[in-house]
């Protein structure tokens, strides 16, 4: 117990640096606020939920004290309750139906899927910090990019927007409007996913990693995962606020589709001598590019309707030991 709670209280400090870290402005603490949600991750994967629990609750106090109320309920929404549930759904377990002593592990497919309705939550709890209604909320939005863009170019309160290079700043704040709420719902999704599984690869290189390592190119979605995205991309085009929600929940979706996509890139490529070159540089085209990452969520599509990895794994007989 004693141990638990001294881990608990060591993460918690760790991720308060990590997610304080940000105030500093630089581009590294960018990629380190990110991995605020890491070292709560570790706790629970490696010691417990408990210890989880402890170290979200003792960042978000130390923020507070800090930086202020706010910071409490920012970091709890935002990082500490999201990083709990997930190592506590990570270690979830249950007796094998068949009878045998084996375990029954918390689907991986279902942690990705969770991963992703966390992040577009988190980013839907941000909305009324910006307006409750659709009109209040692209006009905060659209105040707040002019904001940065006039700091970013030292152009007064009171001059017209210009931004070199562009011949319309309006335009592209109009945009930016439109695409942020989803894009801050797939980089939360992406950024779960990832402290998830980088958290899991430390505690198992630890040896404290209770549960087995998945087979993660096998991973496969909840059956009610394809209905959720196909009313949150409908709902997506309704009025008000009720379309702007929708958008951000169907975007996290649509990424978690995306790395069902790579899944499947990872499993029908294991009898290939290229593999490696195939993986790499799938993974290099969609990171240089971005839009390719749309190819990879309609290949996660096309898994869940027809099974790709099932009809390449009959035709070309037994896989080899999986690399996850």
Known sequence: MVQMVLIGLGAGAAAALLFASVASGS???????????????IAALGWS??????????????????????FLLAFLVGVGVPAWWLGYLALLARAERNGAEDLEWYPV????????????????????HFGTDAESFNAALARAFERVIRLQTHTPADATLELPGVSDPKRLVD???MAMPAAAAVIATVTNVFNLWLAARIVSVS????????DISAMTFPIWAPLALAVTVAASFGPDLVGIIAGIVGASLLM?????????????????ASRALVIGGTYA????????????????????????????????????APLS
């Open 27 to 41: 581009l590294l603490s960018v990629f380190l606020f990110y991995l605020s949600a890491l070292p709560i991750l």
């Open 49 to 70: 939920h408990w210890a989880a629990l402890i170290a979200a609750v003792c960042a978000a106090t130390g923020l507070a004290s800090v930086f202020g109320s706010f």
């Open 109 to 128: 497919g279902n942690l990705v899927v969770w991963a992703a309705l966390i992040g577009s939550l988190c980013v839907v709890a941000a909305i009324p």
């Open 175 to 177: 945009i930016l409007v």
């Open 207 to 214: 040896g404290r990693l209770r549960r087995p390592w998945p």
């Open 256 to 272: 978690a589709y995306a790395i069902l996509g790579f899944a499947v890139v990872h499993s029908i490529s294991r009898n290939l």
């Open 285 to 320: 085209i969609v990171i240089a590019f971005g839009w390719p990452i749309i190819a990879m969520t309609v290949l996660g599509l096309i898994e869940t309707m027809f099974n790709i990895r099932g009809r390449v794994g009959l035709k070309s007989g037994p896989p080899a």
